[in-house]
């Protein structure tokens, strides 16, 4: 089936890096994303990776697959305040098409002084 | 930018009361979705639709209905509340024609109350 797991917490110090897990079921899956939620407000997408690359960089941002272990992680160099929030991770299994995401249940960080 | 807006973003109903929630795109994106959240379970899916009139189950159906009749608005109603439906809905568009990177667009959501 398809499922995807994350750890629901995460606190860091400021200007510390983090680390945000996650693990998923779908082997034939396409696509993972980061998602990042705001208080109050919806969904935004951070970042994604093609399921056929090991690691993309984008600014304070870092993704590493692996694809043999299904486990996805995000990094945020130099975490903010502004980083708090929840964040999801996705994948585009396969078999749903273009239309079918599966979330994660989110990952809260908070970032301390 | 693209804008998803939601009609309310807080809702107070009674059990058994027929509640609407709308939702509208700005981008003229073909598929639109709705999702409710809920804490530890993430974002799971209700309906999507693909097109005007158009619609298809997600994985979380029962208790709810949709409808698409123009391409910027899609609405989800609960024919009768109950509690178990009290959640944060989000309503979600995605543009086709690029594949997978294509991303979908949310709105801020509308938290929904049943007493």
């Known amino acids: 089936g398809e499922d995807v797991e994350q750890s629901l917490f995460l606190s860091v110090r400021e200007g510390d890096s983090s680390v945000i897990n996650c693990t998923y079921t779908d082997s034939s899956s396409t696509y993972l994303y980061w998602y990042k939620q705001e208080p109050g407000a919806g969904l935004q997408l951070l970042t994604y990776?093609?399921?056929?690359?090991d690691m993309k960089q984008d600014q304070r941002l870092t993704v590493l697959l692996n694809k043999k272990d299904k486990h996805l992680s995000l990094r945020i160099a130099d975490t903010q305040t502004g980083d708090s929030a929840i964040y999801f991770c996705?994948?585009?299994?396969?078999?749903?098409?273009?239309?079918?995401?599966?979330f994660g249940a989110g990952t809260r960080l908070a970032v301390h002084p | 930018d693209v804008k998803v807006t939601q009609s309310s973003r807080y809702l107070v109903k009674r059990t058994g009361e027929k509640v609407f929630l709308e939702c509208v795109q700005d981008?003229?994106?073909?598929?639109m979705f709705w999702y409710r959240q809920d804490p530890g379970l993430g974002l799971r899916l209700i309906y999507f639709s693909y097109d005007v009139k158009m619609k298809e189950k997600g994985d979380i159906p029962e208790g709810y209905s949709v409808s698409r009749e123009k391409k910027e608005r899609f609405s989800l109603i609960l024919e009768s509340a109950s509690t178990n439906q009290t959640s944060m809905y989000l309503c979600a568009s995605r543009p086709v024609g690029t594949g997978g990177t294509d991303t979908q667009y949310f709105g801020p959501g509308t938290r929904l109350t049943v007493l």
């Open positions: 996705a994948e585009r299994p396969f078999s749903g098409g273009y239309n079918k995401l599966i």
């Open positions: 990776i093609f399921s056929n690359m």
């Open positions: 981008m003229d994106h073909e598929n």
